[in-house]
C-alpha cells in the first residue's frame, strides 16, 4: 500500500516500510534489517583542560523489529516495539517551509539511547557534522559529535599526539573539534539536521545507511531538498541562519597579533607600516595582563583594561583609529578565580554550581576559573554588561570571544537543564551573548569578534570563526593543511566565514615555528576572508612577522594581494550574508558533475572565481593542482590552462592560485601579476 503526502512517500509492506522525501530514500525498516534500536547507558565522562574522555556504559541495546504504520491528516505515526520491553514513537511531517520533519519519542522511561539508520547509497560523499580538521568527505567514518579541544596532534600514530596523551589526555583524534554540528549534506542533495545538543555519533561506515545514535530518550531531525548544492545550502542557512557582513576595515590589512604592552604594539606597528605591510588592526589578548605558566605565556582572565601593562591604550586606541588600525582585544566566558570580576559574579550568584551549591571552579592549567551561568538571565545580562563596558566602551574595534568548549558536565545551572545536554550548547550561547552586546550598542557591522567553539546556533550569532589551536608544524591533521578541510566542513555546514592564526598557535615538544612556515601561512591566508597573526603560546620558540627584512617584505607584498582582492572578497562575503554561500568553498559546488572534485580536501574556491591550492608541505617549490575543466589562467603568470592535473611553479609568496578566464573580476586579478616573485 502506497500513501501519498505532498513530498513525502510512504509505502508499507508486512514487514515494514520504505519512507522517501522527493524521491530520496530515508528510512528503510523491516524485521531483518530494522532501523531504529533502543537501549540503556551511563555517560561516563572526564574533563581535564578541555580535553574529554567519553565513555558509555552500556547496559542494553534492543532493535524494535515491529513497526506500525497510522496516516493522520498531518502525516504519519510509526509506533515500533519489540515485545512488550520496548517502545517507540516517530511522527512524521512536513512544516510550513517544506522540511520533512522526524519526532522521534522513547515510549519507555527507562531508555535514553537512541539509534537511527537513515538509508544510505554505497556511492555517497557525506560532509558537514561542523568543522572537521582531518576529514572532509566523511564517509567511511563514525564522527562523535561533542565540542572540546581539538587535540593536539590529533592523529594516533604521530609522536606529537602520544605525547600529548601522556602528558594530559590532550593528543586528540580525527574527530576532535571545536565545532562540531549534528547536521550533514549528502550527495543525493539532501540535509539532515538534528535539533538536539547532547553528545551524538554519527557513524557513516557502513554501505547502506547512515547510524545516527543520540544520548538522549527523543530526536528531532530536519531534512531538506535541493535540485543543486549552492540550492541546498541557501535552505540550509535559511534554518540555521547566516553571518552578517564583515566590518569594512577588516579587508584593509592584516590584524598583527602583539603582546607585551603599548609601546611594543606602538613599535611593531610602525616596523611593519614603514616596511610597507597593509595593516587593519593590533591584536593584544594580553590586554588584562598575562600569568606564566608552564604551557606559556597565559591571559590574564579578568576582563578590565591593565593600565600598567597599556599605559594610555584609551588614547592610542583613538589615535590608531584615525590612522585606519583598530585595535582588539580578548574575553571569555570564564572569569580567574583569584581576581575581582570572578568575586564579584560570586557574589551576584552568577557562578555554576557544584552538586554541594557552591561555586564551580574548572582547572584551566596552573591556575582555576568560575563558569558564568549563561543560562541565567541575570548573569546573561551582567556579562554582557561587562562586554559593553570593558570592551566596547574602550574602544576596542574586535575581540577574540574564545573558548565556549569547557562546560563541565558535572556542574549545575540555573535553567535547571543536564550541563551533559547542554555543553554542546554552550558556545552558541556564548555567542549570542557577543552579538547581543554588539546590537544593542548599535555596533554590528562596526565591531567584529570571532570564535573557535561553535554549535547549532552559532551561524546566527557568530560573526567570525577562526580554526583554533593548530600546531606550528606541517602535520596534515594539526598544522597548515588541516585548516582547509575545516573551513570546507564548515561552510557544508552553513557557516561561510573562516580564518585561521598565520604561523599556527601550538608550541610545544620542542616544536618551533619556521621562517617558511609562516611565509606559507600569510601565502594561503591572503585567500581567506581575514588575515591575523598570531605569536603563539611560546612566542620566544616560534619565527614572528617582524622576524628580519625579508619576512616583513613577504608580508607587504601578500597584504597587497589581500587588500587589492577587498571587492571581490568583499562581494563574497555580501553573498554568505544574503544567500549562505560561503567564502571558501569546495570545488563540486559550482561544478557538480566532475566526479574529481568531490574527493578533494586542500583545495578550494574563494568566491566564484578563484581556485586556490595553499602549499602545505615543507621544502617545496612546485605543486601539482586539479582543475575542473573551464578556462583558468595562472594568476602569477598569466598562463591559461584548460583542466586536469597541472604542475606549476610555486615559490614563497606565489601560491598556486588560478582564475576563470570568464570572470567578471579578470581586471581586478590580472594585475596581481605584478606582485609575482622574480627570479
Known sequence: MASQFTDIELITQDDGFTLSFQARPILHHSRQTPCLWLGTGTADIEMFRGNFSIKDKLREKIALTEASVQKHDSGWRILFSRGDTARATLAVHQDENGRLVLDLHNDNASHNRIWLRVAAKPEDHIYGCGEQFSYFDLRGKPFPLWTSEQGVGRNKKTHVTWLADCKENAGGDYYWTFFPQPTFVSTQKYYCHVDNSGYMNFDFSAPDFHELAFWEDNATLRFECAPTYVDLLEKLTALLGRQPELPDWVYDGVTLGVQGGTDVCQQKLDAMREGGVKVNGIWAQDWSGIRMTSFGKRVMWNWKWNRELYPQLDQRIAQWKQEGVRFLSYINPYVASDKDLCDEAAKRGYLTKDADGKDYHVEFGEFYAGVIDLTNPEAYDWYKEVIKKNLIALGCGGW????????????????????????????????????????????????????????????????????????????????????????????????????????????????????????????????????????????????????????????????????????????????????????????????????????????????????????????????????????????????????????????????????????????????????????
Request: hydrophobic share 40%; charged share 20%; net charge negative.
Open 400 to 679: 577574540m570571544a574564545d573558548f565556549g568548549e569547557y562546560l563541565p558536565t558535572d556542574t549545575f545551572l540555573h535553567n535547571g537543564v543536564s550541563a551533559e545536554i547542554m555543553h554542546n550548547a554552550w558556545p552558541a550561547l556564548w555567542a549570542k551573548c557577543n552579538y547581543e552586546a554588539l546590537e544593542e550598542t548599535g555596533k554590528l557591522g562596526e565591531i567584529l569578534f570571532f570564535m573557535r567553539a561553535g554549535y547549532t546556533g552559532s551561524q546566527k550569532y557568530a560573526t567570525m570563526m577562526w580554526a583554533g589551536d593548530q600546531n606550528v608544524d606541517w602535520s596534515l591533521d594539526d598544522g597548515l593543511a588541516s585548516v582547509i578541510p575545516a573551513a570546507l566542513s564548515l561552510a557544508m555546514s552553513g557557516h561561510g566565514l573562516h580564518h585561521s592564526d598565520i604561523g599556527g598557535y601550538t608550541t610545544l615538544f620542542e616544536m618551533k615555528r619556521s621562517k617558511e612556515l609562516l611565509l606559507r601561512w600569510c601565502d594561503f591566508s591572503a585567500f581567506t576572508p581575514m588575515m591575523r597573526t598570531h605569536e603563539g603560546n611560546r612566542p620566544g620558540d616560534n619565527w614572528q612577522f617582524d622576524g628580519d627584512a625579508e619576512t616583513i617584505a613577504h608580508f607587504a607584498r601578500m597584504t597587497t594581494v589581500f587588500t587589492t582582492l577587498k571587492p571581490y572578497i568583499k562581494a563574497a562575503v555580501a553573498q554568505n550574508a544574503k544567500s549562505g554561500l560561503p567564502v571558501m568553498r569546495p570545488l563540486f559546488l559550482h561544478y557538480e558533475d566532475d566526479r574529481r572534485t568531490y574527493d578533494l580536501k586542500y583545495q578550494y574556491l574563494l568566491g566564484r572565481d578563484l581556485l586556490v591550492a595553499p602549499v602545505y608541505e615543507q621544502g617545496r617549490r612546485d605543486w601539482t593542482v586539479y582543475l575542473p575543466q573551464d578556462r583558468w589562467i595562472h594568476v602569477w603568470t598569466g598562463q591559461e590552462y584548460a583542466g586536469g592535473d597541472v604542475t606549476v611553479d610555486a615559490p614563497l609568496g606565489q601560491p598556486p592560485v588560478f582564475y576563470r578566464a570568464s570572470s567578471e573580476w579578470q581586471s581586478l586579478f590580472a594585475p596581481l601579476r605584478t606582485l609575482a616573485i622574480r627570479g
